[in-house]
T-cell receptor, first 113, second 115 residues
Framework: DADVTQTPRNRITKTGKRIMLECSQT?????MYWYRQDPGLGLRLIYY???????NKGEISDGYSVSRQAQAKFSLSLESAIPNQTALYFC????????????FGPGTRLTVT | AQTVTQSQPEMSVQEAETVTLSCTYD???????LFWYKQPPSRQMILVIR??????QNATENRFSVNFQKAAKSFSLKISDSQLGDTAMYFC????????????FGTGTRLKVLA
């Protein structure tokens, strides 16, 4: 079984709709992250959480919100989706110790029409 | 501002040959971590290799090694004995954990290994 899972894997939605992307992990890590990937721009950090009570904005948080429901679960919401939020979204986790390398989920391809 | 630059959008290499992917970064911090991640067509992001900035010795993981030049802020990845399965996008990244947390990715280099 995958250590970091994301649901859904693919989603098409209409402008103005609310959508939630979910992430779960079995790695036992305290830290979780949400990124978006756009062609030619690499990955950009949306939000991160170092524990259940700690939520922080990343580089591009406008238009997004998150919820850390438990150590193992971190959800990303688009309250009112717009076409330029069409992207590949990744959830990642890391340990608070060591090198801080991140472990990624399989990604969610989101298309907003 | 902290940035990561990968100046080679695309590269190709013959199977069994060696290839080097370039990465430069900019930061005023002294303590940070550097990474190379691989993203094959399956789109899964996979850690290839990592390096702590305070360690002078270059990291090595099997066929993958880095050339870390801290003064030049350069962190290149060398892939030896290239295999078809190495075909992927490669992203350089660094993280800073003092003050505001940052994890910055470059824009990637698309590597194609030719049979």
């Amino acid at each position: 079984d995958a250590d970091v899972t994301q649901t859904p894997r693919n989603r098409i939605t209409k402008t103005g709709k609310r959508i939630m992307l979910e992430c779960s992990q079995t790695k036992g890590h305290d830290r979780m992250y949400w990124y978006r990937q756009d062609p030619g721009l690499g990955l950009r950090l949306i939000y991160y959480s170092f524990d259940v009570k700690d939520i922080n904005k990343g580089e591009i948080s406008d238009g997004y919100s998150v919820s850390r429901q438990a150590q193992a679960k971190f959800s990303l919401s688009l309250e009112s989706a717009i076409p330029n939020q069409t992207a590949l979204y990744f959830c990642a986790t890391s340990s608070a110790r060591g090198y801080h390398e991140q472990y990624f989920g399989p990604g969610t391809r989101l298309t907003v029409t | 501002a902290q940035t990561v630059t990968q100046s080679q959008p695309e590269m190709s290499v013959q199977e069994a040959e060696t290839v080097t992917l370039s990465c430069t970064y900019d930061t005023s911090e002294n303590n940070y971590y550097l990474f190379w991640y691989k993203q094959p067509p399956s789109r899964q992001m996979i850690l290839v290799i990592r390096q702590e900035a305070y360690k002078q010795q270059n990291a090595t993981e099997n066929r993958f090694s880095v050339n870390f030049q801290k003064a030049a802020k350069s962190f290149s990845l060398k892939i030896s004995d290239s295999q078809l399965g190495d075909t992927a996008m490669y992203f350089c990244a660094f993280s800073i954990h003092s003050g505001t947390y940052k994890y910055i990715f470059g824009t990637g280099t698309r590597l194609k290994v030719l049979a």
